[in-house]
């Protein structure tokens, strides 16, 4: 995007809003995080060209937040590709500064909404790809990335992209087919949104060796027989894998933690709600529920299926998810920026276990130029027991399961015990 535009403006819609709302020091704005380790090295400069083109479709790449009282906005400040790809060499542990470039934070008042870490090793790169959550959520993210390495790929062969258009991304779309007293029916039901649910779990806190605490990240790998074989359990109870999977971070969790009932959280893509047809841009798209969990010592895998199902189903089957976005395009229209963080800070009450599942990845939907993929998953934020976050990714031969803690040692082994659980788990129902 061409310097000349500096200063043009775009409205703070009301995820974005919602979602800087929770923040409560710059930089620890909650960001959405993608891995891939390539076998061979990307064309720096071509990916930087790539970034630029991009900016048509997503101008906020290019913009900085401002948080102004009444009206908050993102203001362009002339950001290109140079402005966000930077390489790292490294002759070292690999993980360790993979690590560090992968939680890298994003200060959304002074820098480009986009990261990309190259860390480069021998004649290898992995991509660490970092955007706020402010501007996009995991679906939208994964728009983006599919947009930016075919631009890539494009460009390093030699052919000139299409034109780039910019969509609009506000909340529009979600409400488009509701009537007039759809909306008002939600607006006065007694659902209880997402991010509203009492779930504190006393049984998860910190496990508090003494030991220093620091960031890291762990994952856990379940093989796609695991995956098939869970699949089938979930259908044949009624439900879909995710609920499969959902099954069994909460029996991990109950096993681990000592928790015989649980609330336990789920993100859903709202972009089902949207008219077939209707355009869209990258944004946050997400909403969510809240299943309420309880595990038996004779309970079976199939047993915590069925009670997940069965909520997760009379979730989706209506428009009740929609409720949490239509109040808050109602407030943000009446209620003056300062005063609405504070109702949102006061009320909101993060989920203590919660999963996201970013789907499957399809094969060659994200690459650069032609150069194999030998591993990605998406990730998110850094939490602190007792919240849990768990990541899920779908990619060749593989469902990839991340967690991310800030805690001591025994922490991180609480969390390592949880994806192992869950690891053997899959494989005995396989």
Request: aromatic share 8%.
């Amino acid at each position: 995007m061409q310097r000349a535009k500096r200063d043009q403006i775009y409205k703070a819609e009301i995820f974005d809003r919602y979602q800087y709302y929770g923040v409560r020091a710059p930089g620890k704005e909650p960001i959405e995080r993608f891995r891939i380790d390539l076998a061979g090295r990307v064309d720096e400069e071509t990916l930087k060209r790539a970034v630029t083109l991009s900016m048509k479709t997503l101008p906020l790449i290019g913009c900085c937040y401002e948080d102004r009282p009444f009206r908050p906005r993102w203001v362009e400040k002339g950001f290109t590709g140079e402005d966000t790809v930077r390489v790292f060499e490294t002759e070292g542990d690999l993980e360790s500064e993979v690590r560090k470039r992968l939680f890298a934070p994003i200060h959304t008042s002074s820098e480009p909404q986009l990261k990309i870490n190259i860390v480069r090793r021998g004649g290898e790169d992995t991509l660490c790809v970092l955007m706020p959550h402010m501007v996009a959520d995991g679906g939208g993210f994964k728009q983006y990335l599919v947009l930016l390495s075919r631009l890539y790929t494009k460009l390093k062969n030699g052919e000139t992209p299409p034109e780039q258009s910019f969509e609009r991304r506000d909340a529009g779309p979600l409400f488009a087919g509701l009537k007039l007293r759809e909306r008002l029916r939600l607006m006065l039901s007694k659902y209880v949104p997402y991010g509203l649910s009492d779930n504190l779990a006393p049984e998860a806190r910190s496990a508090g060796d003494g030991g220093e605490a620091e960031s890291y990240t762990d994952r856990g790998i379940l093989p796609l027989e695991s995956i098939a074989a869970l699949r089938t359990l979930a259908k044949a109870n009624g439900g879909t894998v995710n609920d499969g999977l959902m099954a069994l971070v909460a029996r991990a969790y109950g096993r681990n933690c000592g928790a015989k009932t649980m609330l336990l959280a789920s993100l859903v893509d709202l972009r089902r709600y949207i008219p077939k047809g209707m355009k869209y841009g990258i944004t946050n798209y997400t909403g969510g529920c809240v299943c309420s969990v309880s595990i038996g010592p004779d309970d079976s895998p199939a047993d915590t299926v069925r009670q997940i199902s069965g909520q997760m189903a009379a979730f989706k089957s209506g428009n009740d998810l929609l409720k949490s976005a239509l109040e808050w395009d109602f407030a943000v229209r009446f209620v003056p920026n300062f005063l609405l963080k504070r109702i949102q800070r006061k009320i909101t009450k993060p989920p203590f276990l919660s999963v996201s599942n970013h789907g499957v990845i399809e094969t060659g939907s994200i690459n650069f130029g032609d150069l194999p993929v030998k591993d990605l998953y998406f990730t998110t934020m850094i939490s602190k027991l007792p919240y849990f976050v768990f990541i899920i990714t779908t990619y060749g031969d593989r469902c990839t399961v991340t967690c991310n803690m800030y805690g001591s040692k025994a922490d991180r082994e609480l969390v390592l015990r949880m994806l192992e659980d869950m690891r053997e788990e899959a494989a005995e129902i396989a």
